[in-house]
């Protein structure tokens, strides 16, 4: 039986976190547990206003952060890396209940999460700047790198702590002052952080965190990607949401990076090592039940090794994964995020089916966010799962036919 979450009362906060404080509104979310669809706790539901009240905050909080030494914020930030490592189970367990992931990922993230901030506060020392030759004799260039200012951060909800750690601690390590909104279905890791930097001696607006749900998300990233404060936008999630946030910060022309979607072939040939192409297609489809960004989507695989790599596929799904809640410690494959990811692994599964593809393990959705990790084949290019990003625990192969030198000349990949 899984026991429910059970976290350390300073680390479970529910308020929006803005210029050090924890703040109140008048609205509030639920956040779910995928596993069960059971509510884990009521959130801030921030707007625009609080929004708003976080970007002014971290730009005054900037002319001070900035004038920090390099060694002044290196010792914040390993402090923060400290309090992370030393809270790793309850941090974790946020994790497993808020995203689905089975406790061992959930560890590993945590791990992950840390491993950032300290190695930008190790960098933070060595933001060097240079001298350059110059075309006359009686001069010097001199070059110096100066933090940009305001970072919006919008983070995704399949890594809620390393995500966030990842951009945040590049940011602070530069003498960047950040927002952070994080995903409406994750807010309870961030908001975990936020306490933790607190605790390390973050100073008050130079990290700030704006929890909204899905109906807000537009306004508030309106806010964060348009307010002339804003100097740089950093956004890691679909390409659908990605252009809209990149024609929002083009008018103030601000600093974008983006990290979307993606549609990774994984190919195997003849000459492969079939154990080792299954290892690592098990290793590349089913971590985090396939909704990491760099899982494989489609799987090529070439005739003369085809039917032996598919057999060993599937013994080695039915030997290794295990649906159930991921604070059971037998569970490898937990939840998806929520009923609409369940949904759309299954219409795809339903579109393949309807034009010839073949069910070897798996093919059904089960209660709630669960659906049954899917070995396909048969597949062919005209199939929704190999023309759109699955986010699912779903297998797809393709039977590549060729002799000799082998050319993929018919497929994108």
Known sequence: MVQPLDVSSPLFRTQGYVNGQWINVASTFPVLDPATGEEIAKVADCGPTEAKLAVDAAYKAFYSWKQYTAKERSVL??????????NKEDLAKLITFECGKPM????????Y??????WFSEEARRVYGDVVPSATKDRKILLMKQPVGVASIITPWNFPSAMIT??????????????VKPAEDTPLSALALAELAGQAGIPAGVFNVVPCSREKTPSVGTILCTDPLVRKVSFTGSTSTGKILLKQAADTVKRVSMELGGHAPFIVFDSADLDKAVAGAMNSKFRNSGQTCVCSNRFLVQSGIHDRFV?????????ELRLGHGADPNTTQGPLINVRAAEKVEHQVQDAVSQGAKVLRGGKRLDGSFHQPTLLTDVTTHMLCTKEETFGPLLPVIRLVGRGKFRLRNYKV
Do not use: N, P, Q
């Open 77 to 86: 930030l390993r402090k923060w890396y400290d309090l992370l490592t030393l």
């Open 104 to 111: 061992k990922e959930s560890l590993g993230e945590i791990a």
């Open 113 to 118: 999460a840390a491993s950032f901030l300290e």
């Open 166 to 179: 990842r951009k945040v601690g590049a940011a602070l390590a530069a003498g960047c002052t950040v927002v």
């Open 311 to 319: 057999e060993k596929l599937g013994k080695a799904m039915d030997t």
